[in-house]
């Protein structure tokens, strides 16, 4: 294989990976698609970035579509991840939900959950918050967790639960690992109990097919960490979409780097502590 990427061989992968997954890179990331996409490149029988780049420019759908989203998208997660923001999650949103005129369950969806840490984050928290709350009527099943990702690599993993030892350490207390978590051989296994509330499947939110969202409308959507890798155009559209799966009043959580600057006013912000959360206007 040869050596860089030239620019123009990189601009018909660059539109075929944006195709694929909405993911838009620039060429100044030419190292991350070289390195990433050669071992695909050399199992499928391409002996050159040109010749790849001649085959994506007319051909989108592809047998190995799934390896290369699964090789591009970045899966950097871990549990209790900005810390704060779940907390404001359980002091300030949870407690919401505890009035009498609920609607129950409450429904939470983890857009793009990468390798679960978010959703076992969530269902940590739900447990601790009707634990810590016995006055508030609520309890665990009275929650659902839904969690969707474009790379069902990582659905695997987050149906099985399976963490290693450098996972479980990067954000877990070891409170909350003897709690939830049991030892097997290859690392720790999240308890049924966190396993059978979550409900995961294979979804792009790039795909637009937001129709298929049988568990909408959800109270709380998780869209952490993913849209900075769209383009704003992009990103509008998927906001727009999410906005009309949320109940009045629902709360949408991004990640700490992200905002809705030039992407929707269809939710106002709201300061809990340290944390921007945005909440769906009631007229909207
Ligand atoms: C950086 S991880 C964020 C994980 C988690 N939300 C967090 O904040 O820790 C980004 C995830 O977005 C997923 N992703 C990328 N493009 C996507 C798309 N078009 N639809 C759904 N998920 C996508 C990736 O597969 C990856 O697992």
Redesign the pocket.
Known sequence: MEGIVSEKDFAPIGEYIETI???SLKYEKEYLVRQRLTPILLRNGFDSFSTFARHVSSNKNNTFNADV?SAI??????FF?DEYFFTALARHVFTEFSGQNSELPVKIW??????G??IYTLAILIDEFVHSHPYAGLQFKDFNIFG????GK?LKKTADGIYTEAEVSRGLSPRRLSKYFTPVQDGWNANPKLRDIVNLKR????DFAFSEITEAPFDII?L???LI??REDTARKIISAIHSLMKPGGYLLL?SSENLYKISDLFESVVFENSILYRKKEST
Do not use: K, M, P, W
Request: some cysteine; aromatic content about 6%; overall charge negative.
């Open positions: 997954s909405g993911v989203i998208c970045t899966h950097e997660t871990s991840r983890s857009a793009a959950t990468s390798t840490q978010e969707t990702d474009i790379d990582v979804l792009s939110l790039h998780l952490r960490n993913v890798y769209f990640g």
